[in-house]
């Protein structure tokens, strides 16, 4: 344990003034101490590393931690982050979203850097709501589920994050959840491995908000709902559809390459230079 | 990615429009990103840029809308690249917020803005000159902003070299005033030997990363700028941020975030205020304007002084921070100011704040989506004069 939190301390910001706004039980935090194991297991250097977020709860993860980070508008961080990767292609960037920062606000800047497939890697908290504002429906919110903006019930169906950056055509996108924390950290790493836009969605839950207008309990109940919720995509082939119902697969859901938009464009820049005026 | 590199290309004189003037004085500053999205009439500067900027080891995106535009060049700043956009009225409107972003982070960019008419999708063909308050104001909250106009080839070229100095020099974004007319209007244009320009960049950190304060609070007002990755790992936060770039609600850090990104400009206005003044000294009737208003207005006062008429100009190419100062001296020594431009009255609603004497004010608007005659400019002088 003790040797765990050391790794962690190396690479929090300890001279930030103040702690951080997360609540007791929040699974940010998991995503923070995995994203941070897997950016030590990569071995980079902390200047190597930008994160980009967006605003909510979920994006005031930079914040926290000795990289270079950036902490922009709401639902625009893979615009920011386009702009820095194509401008310092040696940086590895890496964006963090909420569900509503990336899928309502931010979704279409979502589905256009996977089209793209630009070399960023793009962690998606998935709680189901608009956490930072006070549990408002989001565009992940489930069907039949109640927030502080649906009182009478979501009548929308969500989005299924993984599956749209699979279509949109992403390189790598897997799914983890806070639960299967350790599982997480392998994602993450393999995400910032791999070249072109990798997205890891990472359900996670918010008690305060979200559990608390669905009665789901504690955080601890929300995580074991997790658990007895998740099924290793390897698995998923076997299982019959009444089986899988209500549940969603974890683990590498895609894993292919495609033209990268930064080594395309790389390419044409040379080409560029060479032709004559 | 490859090194940025000047072309040294022998460039004859040219019979370009003003939105190739402003891609040329881009390339010139050294803008070496630029991200937009097609808006007439501000399209062709992003063609240009597409086939120009690779050439000098650039990169150009199409981004998937104007928000998306300015968040990557402010980011690609962030990262150390001058960047650019350009746009119209409606995409203008969708770039407000995190050109406010760009104000609080204090990330250098020049954003273009090819004026047309609107509201809304408006009159995208013909030219206008609506947006100088939404320019000055469009973003949310207290911010101090450079805006500059254009008002031929001559000066798409120039003034977008002085956007960049000043977006550099003063850690801003600073927009660029364009319309339909200076767009289009074809002049020859004899671009200058690169080495007789003045190109401005950011002051980058000389002390070691662990000394270095992001956000000091330096008499000039401008701290140095770290480049993302360049080993000054900091945070950069749309939030009201302390001199570390850490979220604060402290009163005295906040106020003192706020004066800064004023003072910064206030302290050099002088240097940021160009205007340009013609036949001022023994002038009765003052011409107040800018943009392409500013070429009929010039014309005007020559038709004038050929049958006598007393007529000088006060050209601004600088809106803001707003010239007080030449706007004054001229009020003081005018009977009358007239100022057309392609609005219902913006710019004459500054000259009229200052209120400092007796001078008649007289606003001369055209909003049907056409230019000023020199003409008609002149019947106005006939009748105050
Ligand atoms: C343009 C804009 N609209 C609305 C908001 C208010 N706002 C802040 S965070 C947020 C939603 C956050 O939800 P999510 O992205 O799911 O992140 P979480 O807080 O749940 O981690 C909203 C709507 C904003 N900051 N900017
Ligand atoms: S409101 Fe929800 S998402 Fe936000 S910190 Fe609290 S538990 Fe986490």
């Known amino acids: ?277 | 990615m490859a090194k940025h590199r000047t072309l040294k290309v022998v460039r004859p004189p040219a019979l370009i429009h003003g939105n190739a003037a402003i891609a040329r004085g881009a390339i010139a500053a050294g803008c070496r990103f630029f991200a937009g999205y097609p808006i007439t009439p501000a399209t062709e500067i992003a063609e240009i840029m597409s086939r120009e900027i690779p050439r000098h080891g650039g990169t150009f995106i199409q981004m998937e809308d104007e928000i998306a535009s300015m968040g990557a060049i402010v980011g690609a700043s962030l990262a150390g690249v001058k960047a650019m956009t350009a746009t119209s009225g409606p995409g203008f409107c969708l770039m407000q917020e995190i050109l406010g972003f760009a104000y609080a982070t204090e990330t250098p960019c020049v954003v273009v803005n090819v004026m047309r008419g609107g509201p809304s999708t408006g009159l995208p063909t013909r030219p206008s000159q609506s947006d100088v308050m939404l320019s000055r104001w469009g973003a949310h909250g207290n911010h101090a902003s450079i805006v500059l106009a254009v008002s031929s080839v001559e000066d798409c070229f120039h003034v977008t070299l002085k956007a960049f100095n000043f977006s550099e020099k003063f850690r801003t974004p600073v927009i660029l005033l364009s319309d339909e007319v200076v767009a289009h209007t074809r002049a020859i244009f004899s671009p200058p030997e690169d080495d007789g320009l003045s190109v401005i960049n950011r002051v980058r950190p000389s002390v070691p990363p662990e000394w270095y304060i992001p956000y000091e609070n330096t008499a000039r007002g401008v701290p140095p700028m770290a480049i993302l990755g360049d080993g000054y790992r900091h945070n950069v936060t749309g939030l009201v941020h302390d001199v570390r770039g850490f979220p604060t609600e402290q009163k005295e850090e906040v106020r003192t975030f706020y004066e800064r990104i004023h003072r910064k400009i206030d302290l050099n206005r002088e240097e940021i205020e160009i205007f340009e003044s013609v036949f001022l000294d023994d002038a009765d009737i003052c011409l107040i304007a800018y943009g392409s208003a500013s070429m009929a207005a010039l014309e005007a006062v020559h038709l004038a002084r050929k049958v006598n008429l007393k007529v000088g100009l006060l050209k601004l190419t600088t809106l803001f921070p707003f010239p007080s100062k030449p706007v004054e001296e001229v009020l003081n020594r005018s009977r009358v100011v007239i100022v057309p431009e392609m609005n219902f009255g913006q710019i004459v609603q500054e000259v009229k704040n200052l209120g400092v004497c007796q001078t008649r004010i007289i606003p001369m608007n055209r909003y049907d989506g056409h230019m000023f005659a020199p003409s008609e400019i002149l019947q106005k002088i006939r009748e105050v004069y």
Not at chain 1, 32 to 57: D, P, T
Not at chain 1, 92 to 101: A, C, N, P, Q, R
């Open chain 1, 1 to 277: 344990m003790q040797e765990s939190t050391h790794l962690i301390h190396q690479y929090l910001r300890h001279d930030k003034k103040f702690p951080h706004l997360w609540c007791p039980g929040c699974g940010n935090g998991i995503v923070l101490g995995a994203l941070i194991r897997a950016i030590h297991h990569l071995g980079c250097s902390k200047n190597e590393i930008a994160l980009v977020s967006g605003i909510g709860c979920s994006s005031r993860m930079p914040t926290y931690v000795d990289f270079n980070t950036l902490h922009t508008v709401h639902g625009r961080a893979l615009t920011f982050a386009t702009g820095i990767k194509l401008a310092k292609p040696g940086l590895k960037v890496i964006s963090i979203m909420g569900d509503g920062d990336a899928m309502a606000i931010g979704g279409n800047h979502f589905i256009h850097a996977a089209r793209r497939n630009i070399d960023i890697t793009a962690l998606i908290m998935n709680n189901s709501i608009y956490g930072m504002t006070g549990g408002q429906s989001s565009p992940t919110t489930p069907f039949g589920s109640v927030s502080a903006t649906a009182p009478y019930t979501q009548i929308e169906r969500p989005f299924q994050i993984a599956e749209m950056a699979i279509a949109s055509g992403a390189s790598y996108v897997a799914r983890g959840t806070v639960y299967h924390a350790r599982k997480l950290i392998g994602l993450i790493e393999q995400a910032i491995r791999k070249p072109g836009f990798s997205v890891v969605e990472i359900i996670t839950h918010c008690h305060v908000q979200f559990g608390k207008y669905n009665q789901m309990g504690s955080h601890i109940d929300m995580l074991k709902w997790q658990k007895s919720h998740a099924i290793p995509v390897e698995k998923a082939g076997s299982l019959s559809d009444e089986a899988l119902k209500d549940k969603f697969t974890i683990g590498v859901l895609a894993n292919r390459d495609f033209p990268i938009f930064d080594q395309e464009y790389e390419k044409i820049r040379q080409a560029a230079m060479q032709a004559q005026p």
